[in-house]
């Protein structure tokens, strides 16, 4: 039985042809995964908020019930917030423009 220390400090060693990862003794190797087991399913379950945490049409892992959407209604609203608010800006700087020009062009008509 091939037996490889996986750390020194920690007492954990693995057996090399089962894979199984056991806590080092002199006199025993005794198997216990229960706990990383348990730690596993813990950060497979943030694993899976995080895949889904890119789709905008679900929720995140503990969030409240009937909140499907909101990642998409938030991004359809910060997008129409910022084109509006640009849009007024050019149309603002295009008719002080105009008026610029035209009021010269007035000025000019009116002889002054």
Same mark, same amino acid.
């Given at each position: 039985?091939?037996i490889a220390i996986v750390d020194q400090d920690a007492q954990i060693?693995?057996?090399?042809?089962?894979?199984? /990862?056991?806590?080092?003794?002199?006199? /025993?190797?005794?198997?216990?995964?229960?706990?990383?087991?348990?730690?596993?399913?813990?950060?497979?379950?943030?694993?899976?908020?995080?895949?889904?945490?890119?789709?905008?049409?679900?929720?995140?892992?503990g969030t409240l019930p009937g909140r499907e959407g909101v990642h998409?209604?938030?991004?359809?609203?910060?997008?129409?917030?910022?084109?509006?608010?640009?849009?007024?800006?050019?149309?603002?700087?295009?008719?002080?423009?105009?008026?610029? /020009?035209?009021?010269?062009?007035?000025?000019?008509?009116?002889? /002054?």
């Amino acid at each position: 039985m091939a037996i490889a220390i996986v750390d020194q400090d920690a007492q954990i060693a693995m057996d090399a042809v089962t894979g199984a /990862v056991a806590e080092w003794r002199e006199d /025993v190797v005794t198997l216990d995964v229960m706990p990383l087991y348990e730690e596993v399913e813990r950060l497979d379950e943030y694993v899976t908020d995080m895949m889904r945490a890119l789709d905008p049409s679900t929720t995140t892992w503990g969030t409240l019930p009937g909140r499907e959407g909101v990642h998409g209604t938030a991004a359809f609203l910060t997008n129409f917030t910022h084109g509006f608010a640009i849009g007024v800006i050019l149309v603002a700087l295009v008719a002080f423009t105009l008026a610029a /020009v035209y009021k010269m062009h007035l000025l000019r008509m009116m002889g /002054v």
